[in-house]
C-alpha cells in the first residue's frame, strides 16, 4: 500500500532498534547448526567426544541468547504498533464526522459505520500488523543467520536449498494480490448484507405497508449468494497458498536428502550436512512458514481494512449497503413544470427545479432533474417503497443536505446559505424518532420558539388534544424525564413543538407512526388547519395520502405526483401500494 512506506519511513527509529534486537536472533540461529556440525566432523565422528559435548553445550548456551531478544523485540513493538492503532482511530472518528456533517441524513449509518471501526477493525488491523511485523521480522533474522550458517559449512549447500525455497516462495506472493480482492469482495458482501439487513428491520413496517417484502428478499439473496461466491474465490486460493507452502515448507527438505550422495562426492561432511538439515527443520522453514500462513491471512485482513481507512473512496464507503434509487426524469404522471393551485399565494410554499440528488460522487442518483411546486397551505403526501429515498428527499427540502445540483427555494427563498436558526423560522422536519430532552414541559414544547408565551402553547396542546397528556406530566412547568415517556408521548409533544413554532412550512418524516390511526388522523388535521401552514408527510398508511391535496409518488424510475384518483389512473405503482394497503386494512 503507498500509505505504508511514509508510515515506516516516520518510525524508522523504533525500525533501527528492532532490527538491533533481532540481529540477537540471527546469531542465535548461526550458532545452533555451526555447532552441530563442528560437534560431529571435529568431536563425535574423529573419535573426540569431549570436544563434541563442549560443542553441544555451546549450541545450548546460544538458546538462552532468545530470551534478552523476544523482550527487546517486543519493547520495541509497541513504538510501531501504537501509532498505526492511533492514527486509525483518528482517522475513523474525523471520517464518521465529517460524513455526519456532510450529510446528516445518513448520520446514523456514519455512527454504525465509526462504532465497526473504532472497535473491530481498528483491533483487527493493529493485532495483524504486530503479528505481521513479528512473523517477517522473524523470517528475516532467521534466513539471514540460517543462511550465512550454510554458506560457512559449504557453499554448496545453498545451491540446493534456496531454489525451492524461492520457488515456493515466488509462489506465495503471486497468491498475495488475488486472495487479498477475494477476502476484500467477501468483507464488502458481507459488510453490505449487515447494512442491508438493518435497513430491512429498521423498515420492516414499510415494507409489509407497501407490499415489497419479495423484492426485499430478493436483494437481500443476491448479496447472500455474493458472499458465498467470495467464500468460494478465497477457498480456491486458500488452496494454491497450501501448495506453495509445500513447495517452500517441504522440498528443500526433500532435495537436500536426495542431493546427499552428490554433495558428499563435493567434499561436503557429514556434521555439515546435519547442520543443514537443522538450519532448514528447526530454524528457516517454520520461520518461512509461519511467515507465509501470517501473510496469506492476517496480512489480507490488513490490507482491506486499512483500504477502508486510507481509500479515497472511504467516505463513501461507511454507507455501506444503503439503498439507492434510480431515478431519471419525470414519470408518466409527473407534471413537469408543476403551478400552484388556483387560490395560491405567489411565491410556493416549496419550490424544486431541476435537482439532483445522490449519496455520493459514483452513485446513482436519486431524483435527477426534479421538479416541484406546493403551494401555501398546501398538504402533500410523499410515498414509496421503504428505501427509496422518501427521508433524503425531506432533509433536502428542509435545507440539511444540499442537492448535487438544482435549486431549492422554501416561500421565494433560496434553501442553502441560511443559519440553523433562519432555517428553523422557514420549517420545521419532524423525524420518526421524537427527540425529548431533560428540562420542562415548557421547555420543549417551546424550544424552536424561547419567546412563545403560555398562551400561545397552551392552544397548541389544545389543538392537538394533549391536555390530558401535559397534565399528567405535572402541567408546563413540570420537570421531563424522557426516559420515562413512551414513543408515542415523545412523538405527540413534538408534533406540539412544531405547532408552536413559527415556521410556515411543516415536514413529517413519518413522525406519527407510534400514534394510533385516530390520533394521527386528528394530530395531521389540527397542523394542516394551523393558519398560514404548508404540510408535508412522509406517509406509511393510505389514510394520510387520503387526506392530502396532493401526492407525490417515488418509484426509483423518475417521480409521479398528483391527485389520488389521477394517480390511481397513471401510476403503476401508486396502483399496487394502493391495493395493498386496502388489503391490509
Sequence with gaps: MPHAFPFLGRHRGALLRLGAWSLLESAQTFLVGICLARALDQGFLAGRPASGLVWLVVAASSVLLAGPALRGVFGQLSGLVEPLRDGLVRRAVGQALNRAVADPARAAEAQRAAVSRLTQQTEIARDSFAGLVLTV??????????????????????????????????????????????????????????????????????????GTTDAAADGARELIDEAAASTRSLARWTAARTLALGVAGQLPVVLLLVATPWLRDQGVTTGALMGALAYLVQSLLPALQTMMTALGAAGSRLVVVLDRFVSSEADGADGGGARVAQAGGPGPCADPDPVPAPGRGAAPAVWCRGVRVSYGAGTRPLVEGFGLTVGEGERVAVVGPSGIGKSTLAHVLAGMHPPDEGAVRLAGRPVVGHSPQELARMRVLLPQQGYVFA???????????????????????????????????????????????????????????????????????????????????????????????????????????????????????????????????????????????????
Design 137 to 210: 521480522r522473524s523470517f528475516l533474522f532467521t534466513a539471514v543467520g540460517a543462511l550465512a550458517g550454510m554458506l560457512t559449512l559449504a557453499p554448496q549447500l545453498l545451491l540446493v536449498v534456496v531454489p525451492p525455497m524461492l520457488l515456493g516462495l515466488v509462489l506465495f506472493l503471486l497468491t498475495l494480490v488475488p486472495m487479498a480482492a477475494a477476502q476484500r469482495r467477501f468483507l464488502d458482501a458481507d459488510e453490505e448484507f449487515t447494512e442491508r439487513a438493518g435497513a430491512l428491520r429498521v423498515g420492516l413496517r414499510d415494507l409489509v405497508a407497501c
Design 439 to 585: 428540562g420542562s414541559v415548557r421547555e420543549n414544547l417551546a424550544q424552536l420558539d424561547p419567546g412563545a408565551g403560555d398562551d400561545r402553547i397552551t392552544r397548541a396542546v389544545t389543538a392537538l388534544r394533549l391536555g390530558p397528556l401535559v397534565d399528567r406530566l405535572g402541567g408546563l412547568g413540570a420537570d421531563v424525564d424522557p426516559g420515562a415517556l413512551s414513543a408515542g408521548e415523545r412523538q405527540a409533544l413534538c408534533l406540539v413543538r412544531a405547532y408552536v413554532s413559527p415556521a410556515p412550512l411543516l415536514i413529517l418524516d413519518e413522525s406519527t407512526c407510534h400514534l394510533d390511526p385516530a390520533a394521527e388522523e386528528h394530530a395531521e388535521e389540527a397542523l394542516a388547519n394551523r393558519p398560514g401552514t404548508t404540510l408535508i408527510v412522509i406517509a406509511h398508511r393510505l389514510s394520510s395520502a387520503l387526506r392530502a391535496d396532493r401526492i407525490l409518488v417515488l418509484d426509483g424510475a423518475g417521480t409521479a405526483f398528483g391527485t389520488h384518483e389521477s394517480l390511481l389512473r397513471d401510476s403503476p405503482l401508486y396502483r399496487d401500494l394502493a391495493g395493498h394497503w386496502n388489503s391490509s386494512g
